[in-house]
């Protein structure tokens, strides 16, 4: 399995941009699923942004087309989330999030292994 630790997160203006990052310790030569996922308050967990590591194949949420990037780099062990045009809607508890898959129906899976978190705030 691996372990997942986040930074990046804060508080910044609308329209402003935020890169954040996660960083992947442990058995990191299997094929997973990665993803971002984010929280506000008083609203369910909704993933944004998924990542294939086997063939690097991307998918996004319709709120983060055309602004969010996921992206991995395999030197650094480090998957980002480069965010752009942030909206106060965009804040909340961004968790970066593993799964092992055998194939890259992303969105799909059932996530198992969290990060702590890191907080954004769009105001």
């Known amino acids: 399995q691996v372990q997942l630790v986040e930074s990046g997160g804060a508080s910044v203006q609308p329209g402003g941009s935020l890169r954040l990052s996660c960083v992947v310790s442990?058995?990191?030569?299997?094929?997973?699923?990665m993803a971002w996922f984010r929280q506000a308050p008083g609203k369910e967990r909704e993933g944004v942004a998924f990542?294939?590591?086997?063939?690097?194949?991307?998918a996004l949420s319709d709120s983060a087309k055309g602004r969010f990037t996921i992206s991995l780099d395999n030197a650094k062990n480090t998957l980002y989330l480069q965010m752009t045009s942030l909206r106060p809607e965009d804040t909340g508890m961004y968790y970066c999030?593993?799964?092992?898959?055998?194939?890259?129906?992303?969105?799909?899976?059932?996530?198992?292994?969290w990060g702590q978190g890191t907080q954004v705030t769009v105001s």
């Open positions: 990542l294939y590591t086997d063939s690097g194949n991307t």
């Open positions: 999030a593993a799964v092992r898959a055998g194939f890259d129906h992303c969105a799909t899976y059932d996530y198992t292994t």
């Open positions: 442990g058995n990191t030569q299997m094929r997973y699923c």
